[in-house]
């Protein structure tokens, strides 16, 4: 049984369909596989995808680097199968398909708009994998039965060897293993967002705490009203198109000298004046407009899995800052530069040769690095520099917050045009090798070896600072913004946001704006998901296998072996996501996957010609699933 049919539970099951032949034949060729979707949203989508939202909401995704499909870069046991992407599913449904009959009118205009640079809306996002899943399901092998249920999964038990699963509709399921695809998790306030929020009303104020925007009740932000909002990542970006746009306002064509394709926003007279601010204190990269010119760069070379694994193999606590770190700079800088040397040979002084073995004998951050990268890549602009992409706002300073937008907006339209301009590919090299960062960095800390203050402290920042990067608004939405603050309804904090509130308000200040007057608004809405949490999950499910101790939080634990903080992350096996139990066990044949574990994976589908991360778990679970199956009599049927 898999519990969640969006696009997590589907690509495990996707898995399970490629790998069941090899694995269960006997089986599938006698009493057969059962397998069981259960999901209260529609399958395919699930909530996040799901139709049902607004138009207006896009992906941050182009077209052609969507997939939920293995191919020939997929290293992983379980056999390759391709499939289309969004981009060729959309091309395949345009030119051969009746796209008014299968997605309805006004997403059927939509797809005829589409090109491969584009980035679909959600809704449209939500037929493709609704397609995905009907494909999956046409190639269930002979023997495999593949049941959906439209409902909540309410409680999971042990009863024998079976695991029984009671649906809110009263359907009673018994199941041989099964598998926790959740997804983002709701939960109950933290005690701090529950104070705040009490003491707001106490005060006549409106707190908004952190949840999916898309479910959130903007109602109670009136027209005109100043709001407060702390975080400038994906959820604040809803938060502006719901606000804004949603309300009726509206964007025209409006060129600026530094800011090509720029707009100018037409207000309806139903939105707020919003001011943001967040910890970095500018919003998340833009993602890139363009290809590599160079060919995909030769990854991994310094954090390799043979480097990993001696990491692992050491035993010593290994400090993330010191010890990793270094390589994964090293790692990212062979990314940008592999793409700067191939993709643009006229802006550096030697080749590629040449200056990769001395750029990978030369120790990350050393005189030796920077006097190479200066003297044979002679323009700033070409060369890597992670603090500005970790710190956008580093050095800027204002004496108050009118002073201060000017100084953001150029920050913020400079690096949309790094981004956009295909001058700058470097930065998508970078991200190639972010992503294969990610993925090593999710083993170790998965392995236990990290210390305290690595595992407390620096993953993370690096999470952060790797969402910062890869999960970063398309172009068009950044012009957005900066239309939106050139007009006076969108203000930026500054970095180091802090508030307090009394009975005047909530009042706002940042280190960016030290010494100056506090802004001060009655409503603060905290444009961000959740923390998760297994204990103040609203999942009465997972809240159930919590309470009997079968199922555990990640314990961080410092140098001694005491409890050093609680990530509130479902504590799994990280080969496999079997749940961990509070006796110290796993639960060989119940398992999970998704952002509510402690194995975190970069997104539920991915790139093609990736090697991806996440088809590659996908796969591990399934066969994990797979192999946990008994061998059944004749006379009976196996359930997963």
């Known amino acids: 049984m898999i519990v969640g049919a969006g696009p997590r539970g589907v690509g495990v099951l996707e898995r399970m369909v490629a790998g069941a032949p090899g694995m269960y034949a006997d089986v599938l060729a006698g009493p057969g596989l059962d397998v069981h979707l259960v999901d209260p949203y529609p399958a395919g989508a699930g909530r996040i995808w799901r139709h049902a939202q607004s138009p207006l909401l896009a ?3 182009m077209a052609a680097d969507v997939t939920m499909w293995t191919d020939d870069s997929v290293v992983c046991d379980g056999p390759v199968a391709p499939g289309p992407s969004f981009w060729e599913w959309a091309r ?39 397609a ?11 023997g495999m039965r593949v049941h959906l249920h439209r409902t909540t999964a309410e409680s999971l038990t042990d009863d024998g060897p079976d695991q029984v699963v009671r649906l809110a509709d009263g359907t009673i399921l018994r199941a041989d293993a099964v ?28 707190y908004l705490p952190p949840e999916q925007t898309t479910d959130s009740d903007l109602s109670v932000i009136e027209p005109g009203e100043t709001v407060l909002a702390r975080g400038l990542g994906l959820a604040f970006i809803d938060l502006v198109v719901l606000l804004f746009e949603g309300r009726g306002g509206r964007f025209v064509p409006a060129e600026h000298p530094a800011e090509p394709g720029g707009l100018r926003y037409v207000p309806s007279g139903r939105e707020p004046v919003l001011i943001a601010g967040s910890p970095r204190g500018a919003t998340y990269h833009s993602k ?21 694994d001696r990491f692992i193999g050491a035993g010593a606590p ?14 990212i800088g062979w990314g940008w530069y592999h793409e700067l040397f191939h993709g643009h040979p006229d802006r550096v002084a030697i080749g590629w040769d040449d200056f990769a073995a001395r750029f990978a004998a030369a120790p990350h951050g050393s005189a030796e690095e920077a006097e190479l990268i200066n003297s044979v890549v002679p323009d700033p602009l070409d060369r890597l520099d992670l603090t500005a992409l970790d710190r956008p706002l580093e050095g800027l300073h204002a004496p108050d917050l009118e002073s201060l937008q000017g100084p953001v907006r150029e920050r913020i339209a400079e690096d949309l045009r790094q981004h956009v301009d295909e001058r700058h590919t470097p930065h998508l090299g970078a991200f190639v090798a972010m992503l294969s960062v990610f993925g090593e960095t999710t083993r170790l800390a998965g392995s236990g070896v990290l210390s305290p203050r690595s595992q407390a402290r620096d993953l993370p920042w690096w999470q952060s600072f790797f969402n910062s990067v890869a999960s970063g608004p398309p172009g068009f939405r950044v012009r957005e913004l900066l239309a939106l603050s050139r007009g006076g309804h969108l203000k930026f904090l500054g970095a180091g946001m802090d508030v307090t509130l009394d009975r005047y308000g909530f009042h706002a200040t940042s280190t960016t704006l030290a010494g100056a007057d506090p802004v001060t608004a009655r409503v ?13 999950t609203a999942d009465p499910l997972l809240g159930g296998l919590l309470a009997r101790g079968e199922a555990v939080e990640e314990i961080l634990l410092d140098e001694d072996g005491a409890p050093l903080r609680n990530t509130g992350l479902l504590s799994v096996r990280p080969a496999d996501g079997a749940l961990r139990t509070a006796g110290g ?56």
């Open 179 to 206: 598998v926790l695809a959740s997804g983002h998790l709701d939960s109950e306030p933290t005690p701090a967002e529950r104070e705040l929020g009490a003491r707001a009303e106490e005060l006549g104020l409106r």
């Open 524 to 536: 603060l809405v905290d444009a961000r998901l959740p923390d998760p949490s297994l204990s103040r």
């Open 92 to 130: 395949e449904l345009r030119e051969h398909g009746d796209p008014v009959a299968e997605l309805g009118p006004e997403d059927a205009a939509e797809l005829a708009t589409v090109t491969a640079s584009t980035f679909p809306t959600r809704r449209l996002q939500s037929h493709y994998l609704g």
């Open 59 to 61: 992906m941050n995704s």
């Open 132 to 142: 995905v899943l009907r494909e999956v399901l046409e190639r269930a092998p002979a």
């Open 318 to 331: 290994v400090d993330f800052r010191e010890q990793v770190w270094p390589l994964m700079a090293k790692e």
């Open 585 to 640: 066990g796993v639960h060989e044949r119940r398992f999970a996957v998704g952002p509510h574990t402690a194995v975190k994976v970069a997104g539920a589908f991915t790139r093609p010609g990736m090697n991806a991360q996440s088809l590659r778990y996908n796969d591990a679970v399934a066969r994990a699933v797979l192999a946990s199956l008994p061998t059944p009599t004749a006379d009976t049927c196996s359930a997963a």
């Open 288 to 308: 890139t407009h363009y290809q590599l010119r160079g060919g995909r760069p030769p990854l991994p070379r310094f954090l390799t899995p043979e480097v990993t």
